[in-house]
């Protein structure tokens, strides 16, 4: 499957985006679906996942209560909508999908076997 991540820019502190990754091919519903970011002089870090049928999702602490991962398995797409956006927030966001069957590897980012090119999120202070 190819990914294509779009929807970054800049923004201030405290408002919002949406991203969007548009995925090939025919068998998108098959895969569990993630975002990660890699912020400036850091590591890549897991942002959030939904499975497969997109009843369940899951995010890192960080992004908790301010970012939502919701899926349309119909037009093979998976979102990102960011709410009250902070300064710490900068970073190129990746789109990614997985087959593997073990949630606890859903965090991980050598699960994952396919990614998208990133897309540069900017919050202003």
């Known amino acids: 499957v190819q990914l294509q991540a779009s929807g970054g820019g800049l923004v201030q502190t405290g408002g919002s985006l949406r991203l969007s990754c548009a995925a090939s091919?025919?068998?998108?519903?098959?895969?569990?679906m993630a975002w990660f970011r890699r912020a400036p002089g850091k590591e890549r870090e897991f942002v959030a996942c939904i499975v497969r049928s997109g009843v369940s999702t899951y995010y890192a602490d960080s992004v908790k209560g301010r970012f939502t991962i919701s899926r349309n398995n119909a037009e093979n797409t998976v979102y990102l909508q960011m709410d009250s956006l902070k300064p710490e927030d900068t970073a190129v966001y990746y789109c990614a999908a997985t087959n593997d069957l073990f949630s606890s590897n859903w965090y991980v980012s050598s699960a994952y076997d396919y990614w998208g090119q990133g897309t540069l999120v900017t919050v202003s202070s």
């Open positions: 091919g025919r068998t998108f519903s098959s895969y569990v």
